[in-house]
Nanobody
Framework: QVQLEESGGGTVQPGGSLRVSCASSGHNASTYCLAWFRQAPGEERAAVATISAWSSTTWYAASVKGRFIISRDKAENTMYLQMNSLKPEDSAIYYC???????????????????WGQGTQVTVSS
């Protein structure tokens, strides 16, 4: 059974930074396309960033490009999302996702991913 678990969410002020993590078990994350999605109340789940297994090529949604950085530690089977210059509109539940492929198709679709975490809440507020 593949399991993904997010952590590191919390409440920060606008302009602040936060790093969320996604730990995996039951598979070798180094062979998977990994992604972060987010979902705000009443809105659809939207892709934030992806990182490929082989080259670690990254993709970012336009709304976060230049502010967020996705990375992965293959040895630890952990993925990270460093969020800088946070805005109130970044508030959402952040989910990690994985697909058994050494490449990512961007922009990603929800049904492309086989495995999901339970999400971690990020709130940006004064």
């Amino acid at each position: 059974q593949v399991q993904l678990e997010e952590s590191g969410g919390g409440t920060v002020q606008p302009g602040g930074s936060l790093r969320v993590s996604c730990a995996s078990s039951g598979h070798n994350a180094s062979t998977y396309c990994l992604a972060w999605f987010r979902q705000a109340p009443g809105e659809e789940r939207a892709a934030v960033a992806t990182i490929s297994a082989w080259s670690s090529t990254t993709w970012y949604a336009a709304s976060v490009k230049g502010r967020f950085i996705i990375s992965r530690d293959k040895a630890e089977n952990t993925m990270y999302l460093q969020m800088n210059s946070l805005k109130p509109e970044d508030s959402a539940i952040y989910y990690c996702a994985a697909r058994g492929s050494d490449y990512c198709i961007n922009p990603p679709k929800l049904n492309y991913f086989q495995f999901w975490g339970q999400g971690t809440q990020v709130t940006v507020s004064s």
